[in-house]
């Protein structure tokens, strides 16, 4: 990054840039704080690019440059008002952040506008296809720019290569919007189109992004001619605001008019009444030439808020799916698709079958709450070189419990998870059924009661049907034998009492 020769001299609190020196070697001491400056400021944007990821640094930071520090006071330069205004509204936490762990004693960080002219060295290949900033004509009219660049850059955001079908769990919670998306992948051009938006919601991390992404996979191996374009609404409006700038909209429109599947994510994130416009004027062109329009966002569109009532409407004319919690089964099927990946990669993992199910169990969210439970049972097991077990599992997602704190058990919440795990219902647990398929999971929620509460024998009886405290008794003493006999058995409980005891 270049650095102006504004720079103030350093100071006790920043000893990394040195000390100002005599007057006969201020040049030479102000190169070096420059070059000290430029080196330090290169570890924040390794920061940045690990925290926000590739596509967000290129899009918002790779352009700022350090200009000077004094003070406690780091300032930072942008080329555009509207690039100091975003990201003062949306990343100015996390760049203070970055800074202050770099630069000694940084407790602000200023972001101002360049007035200088021209782009510096570092400034010669431009993030943004089509634009070199503090020029008032564009390198080359955006159209040409984006179909001759790198095949992320033409679709707009970079699509995850691991975000396939293939590799989409599905379920019943999820069964509507994966069968919508591989109509949608798998229609033949030119055929009718039909549903137009298909808009997917849902909370975040329950498989949005990893559809659209799959559509636009699926579309490349069918149909590598058609035009697909895949594009964040934050990467939308930036490309908008830089044909804004260079007064070169037509190319932009001419673009991104003749996408044939527009894939749209996070549309929740649309700003400006300008912006709502140009994205209105694109949809409408594209949906009125039965050009296929797929949308992503976190809520319906009648909660699009930014959007006015006019579009929310046109959004809703569609197909809308909503993707919900993944259900236990779900929850089951999706760690073990992820584990199977881990395995291709390391053979020799292994994760049993009654840890799973307790996270299954103890984690309500969706696959990257999922995951990133499992990647800490793996890394637990990694450090202590012990095969997890179900204590083990408990302790290394301690902080993930759904409750701060462990509640007072009851005998309710007993039956309850008993009769979930063994697929019996509370009534035949409470019944005078003798069934084996009934006694056995009797017997382990008596057992539980006692170990787990602090009821007597004859309370735990009239709790598990009016039963007599000897007939408790004797389950407790027969699951104590089982256990001692039954490696199984004794997993089986062990889990059962994890679960009861975290919620």
């Not at 599905?170 to 137009?196: K, Y």
């Not at 599947?261 to 030439?289: P, R, W, Y």
């Not at 909660?303 to 919690?325: F, H, K, N, W, Y």
Request: net charge positive; hydrophobic share 40%.
């Amino acid at each position: 990054m270049a650095v102006t020769n504004r720079m103030s001299g350093g100071s006790d609190d920043n000893p990394e840039f040195g000390d100002s020196g005599d007057d006969r070697d201020g040049a030479t001491q102000g190169a070096r704080e420059r070059k000290s400056l430029s080196a330090v400021w290169a570890r924040v944007a390794i920061r940045l690019r690990a925290g926000l990821g590739e596509d967000l640094y290129s899009s918002w930071f790779a352009r700022m440059e350090p200009e000077s520090i004094a003070d406690g006071v780091l300032k930072v330069s942008v080329p555009t008002r509207f690039l100091r205004s975003w990201i003062k509204s949306h990343y100015i936490d996390q760049l203070t952040a970055c800074c202050s762990a770099e630069y000694k004693g940084i407790t602000i960080v200023d972001i101002q506008v360049r007035t200088r002219g021209l782009p510096t060295a570092a400034q010669a290949v431009t993030p943004v296809a089509g634009y070199e900033e503090g020029s008032q004509q564009p390198v080359e009219p955006v159209a040409k720019s984006l179909r001759t660049s790198s095949p992320e850059r033409e679709r707009g955001s970079q699509l995850d290569h691991n975000l396939t079908f293939e590799t989409f769990v599905q379920g019943q919670s999820n069964a509507l919007a994966h069968a919508a998306a591989m109509r949608v992948a798998e229609a033949r051009p030119g055929a009718p189109v039909s549903f137009n938006p298909l808009f997917v919601h849902s909370a975040a991390g329950l498989g949005k992004t990893h559809l659209i992404n799959a559509i636009a996979w699926r579309i490349r191996d069918l149909n590598p001619d058609r035009k697909v374009l895949y594009i964040t609404a934050e990467r939308f409006m930036y490309h908008f605001m830089a044909a804004l700038k260079v007064r070169d909209t037509l190319s932009f429109k001419d673009y991104f008019q003749s996408i044939d599947v527009l894939l749209i994510d996070d549309l929740q994130f649309l700003q400006g009444k300008t912006m709502q416009q140009e994205f209105c004027h694109t949809f409408n062109s594209l949906v009125d030439a039965k050009r296929q329009v797929v949308i992503a966002a976190d809520v319906p569109p009648a909660q699009l808020e930014s959007i006015d009532q006019r579009m929310r409407s046109r959004l809703a004319g569609g197909l809308v799916v909503d993707i919900e919690g993944p259900d236990l089964g779900l929850r089951r099927s999706i760690l073990q698709s992820k584990l199977a990946a881990v395995q291709r990669k390391d053979p020799s993992l292994m994760v049993a079958d009654d840890v799973l199910e307790f996270v299954a169990n103890r984690i309500n969210g969706g696959g990257r709450e999922l995951e990133g439970a499992l990647n800490r049972i793996i890394a637990s097991q990694h450090l202590t070189r012990q095969p997890m077990t179900v204590d083990m599992a408990a302790f290394a997602l301690r902080d993930l419990s759904q409750t701060a704190e462990l509640t007072r058990i009851r005998v309710e919440d007993i039956l309850r998870v008993v009769g979930r795990h063994y697929n019996v219902t509370r009534a035949d647990l409470l019944s005078p059924r003798r069934a084996r398929a009934v006694v056995r999971p009797r017997q382990i929620g008596m057992y539980l009661a006692k170990k787990l509460t602090s009821r007597s024998l004859p309370e735990i009886g009239r709790r598990f049907g009016n039963r007599d405290h000897s007939t408790v008794l004797h389950a407790v003493r027969k699951i104590e034998e089982l256990m001692q006999a039954d490696d199984k058995l004794a997993r089986e409980v062990t889990l059962l009492s994890r679960l009861i005891e975290q919620g």
